[in-house]
């Protein structure tokens, strides 16, 4: 099994651009979590899917973040515009049924720089 | 918001001595799961305990639950200069819902 994968690992920008991660999680998991690292807070979830719908998505700081999962493999987290506060480390997580139900599988991540 | 503390929030021991680190968590829980992250790396799960479970072994890991006073304690015996790294415990309320997590233990291991 690959794992969860995430791309790109890193990623810098200007303040102004559009950014977007993306993740493919472990094939049968049918949740998706999205989390970010700062120094300052830790890691926090921004939203998380449940059979492709978004079930919760509170976490997501503002109207500038958005997600998407078209498919059972594949999810974006979309960064419009950009901003330095962006700056961290993006993990994406899936879970799903069978012997390890709950347990959440952890990308690599994605370390965002916005300049 | 953070529900989990470790504690200590660093820990600094010899090669083959025991390293023991503390989770407090703030509501009920489904389970307790504990992660590592190495220096710029992803999160590693190391285990999972349950809400009803007291006691979790894997390998050189013991993992303690105590419902009552809402905390957990991971323990690391005969340790080594690989397990050096950052140790989060995280809280979920039910079956596969979003984890809350502490702001970790950084543990070294010197050789």
């Known amino acids: 099994d690959a794992g969860v994968i995430q791309s790109p690992r890193h990623e810098v920008t200007e303040m102004g651009q559009e950014v977007t991660l993306r993740c493919k999680p472990i094939?049968?998991?049918?949740?998706l979590f999205w989390y970010r690292q700062t120094m300052m807070r830790g890691l926090e979830l921004l939203i998380y899917?449940?059979?492709?719908?978004?079930?919760?998505d509170s976490g997501m700081p503002e109207d500038r973040f958005s997600a998407k999962m078209p498919n059972a493999s594949f999810s974006t987290l979309k960064i419009q515009p950009s901003e330095p506060r962006d700056s961290a480390v993006y993990f994406c997580?899936?879970?799903?049924?069978?012997?390890?139900?709950?347990?959440?599988?952890f990308g690599p991540g994605t370390r965002l720089t916005v300049l | 918001s953070q529900q989990g503390e470790e504690d200590p929030q660093a820990l600094s021991i010899q090669e083959g001595e025991n390293a023991t680190m503390n989770c407090s968590y703030k509501?009920?829980?489904?389970?307790l799961q504990w992660y590592r992250q190495n220096s710029g790396r992803g999160l590693v799960h190391l285990i999972l305990?349950?809400?009803?479970?007291r006691e979790k072994h894997s390998g050189r890991l013991r993992v303690t639950l105590d419902t009552s006073k809402k905390s957990s304690s991971l323990l690391i015996t005969a340790s080594r200069a690989a397990d050096t790294a950052s140790y989060f415990c995280?809280?979920?309320?039910?079956?596969?819902?979003?984890?809350?997590f502490g702001k970790g233990t950084r543990l070294s291991v010197i050789a």
């Open positions: 997580a899936s879970s799903g049924s069978g012997a390890s139900t709950d347990t959440q599988y």
């Open positions: 094939s049968g998991h049918d949740y």
């Open positions: 899917f449940n059979n492709n719908v978004p079930i919760d």
């Open positions: 509501t009920s829980i489904n389970n």
């Open positions: 305990i349950r809400s009803n479970e």
């Open positions: 995280a809280t979920a309320w039910g079956g596969n819902t979003p984890l809350v």
